[in-house]
C-alpha cells in the first residue's frame, strides 16, 4: 500500500494529509464532514478555529456513539427467530382466545351466566 498525499481545507486551512489511494475516498469526505461541523461551530458563535474544532469533534463523536447504540439495539432486537415470531404470536392468539371464552361467562353467586356485548 503506498501512500500519496492529497490537499483538503479544513476551517479555511489548506492541509496536506498522507493516505493510500484506497482510503482517500473515505478520507475526503470525512474532511468534508468535518469542515461542515466546523464552520456551523463558527457559524454558532465560536470565534476560535480550535474551539470550534473541538465542538465540531464533539458533534461528530456523539453521532457516532448514538449510531453505534442504535446498531447494537437492532442486532438485539433482529435475534428472534421469525419462526420463534410466530410461535409467540400463536400463542398470544390462544391466550386471547381464552380471555375471551372465560368473560362470556361471568361467575357470580349462583350459576355463571352469559355476558350479552
Not at 498525499?5 to 469526505?29: D, W
Amino acid at each position: 500500500m503506498s501512500q500519496q498525499r492529497i490537499e483538503v481545507t479544513l476551517a479555511g486551512q489548506k492541509i496536506t494529509l498522507a493516505t493510500s489511494a484506497e482510503h482517500e475516498p473515505l478520507l475526503r469526505e470525512a474532511c468534508v464532514l468535518v469542515d461542515e461541523q466546523i464552520q456551523l461551530a463558527i457559524g454558532g458563535g465560536n470565534r476560535s478555529i480550535e474551539r470550534a474544532s473541538m465542538m465540531a469533534a464533539l458533534k461528530i463523536a456523539g453521532d457516532l456513539i448514538t449510531l453505534q447504540k442504535n446498531q447494537t439495539q437492532q442486532s438485539l432486537s433482529s435475534n428472534v427467530s421469525p419462526d420463534e415470531v410466530a410461535r409467540l404470536q400463536t400463542q398470544i392468539r390462544e391466550l386471547e382466545d381464552q380471555v375471551d371464552a372465560l368473560m362470556q361467562t361471568l361467575s357470580l353467586p349462583g350459576s355463571p351466566r352469559p355476558i350479552v356485548p
